[in-house]
């Protein structure tokens, strides 16, 4: 059973900077996206970075000279380096992933940028 599992959520003030990764455990098969998607109080859960397996990467609007997504493909493990946040980014976090064309979640991980 494939299991996605991602770290690196918490509080931080506006301006600042957090870090998440997520990894795929479990998997033999290649994967063609990892990615995130952040679900806010209230709102629809919306793609912030989506890395496909060629290298390309596309990025929410809202989020682009801000985030970088990036993958180790060796390591199953996607990462998302997210600087200048605003309060508007506050949500859960969710890593998400294509694998062999099923499609994985994890659990997800709280960001919160306090004002």
């Known amino acids: 059973q494939v299991e996605l599992v991602e770290s690196g959520g918490g509080l931080v003030q506006a301006g600042g900077s957090l870090r998440l990764s997520c990894t795929a455990f479990?998997?033999?098969?290649?994967?063609?996206?990892m990615g995130w998607y952040r679900q806010a109080p209230g709102k629809e859960r919306e793609a912030v970075a989506i890395h496909y397996s060629g290298g390309s990467v596309t990025y929410d609007d809202s989020v682009k000279g801000r985030f970088t997504c990036s993958r180790d493909a060796v390591k199953n493990t996607v990462h998302l380096q997210m600087n200048s946040l605003k309060p508007e980014d506050t949500g859960v976090y969710l890593c998400y992933a294509v694998i062999w064309g099923q499609g994985y979640w994890g659990q997800g991980t709280q960001v919160t940028v306090s004002s």
């Open positions: 479990e998997t033999d098969y290649s994967i063609y996206v």
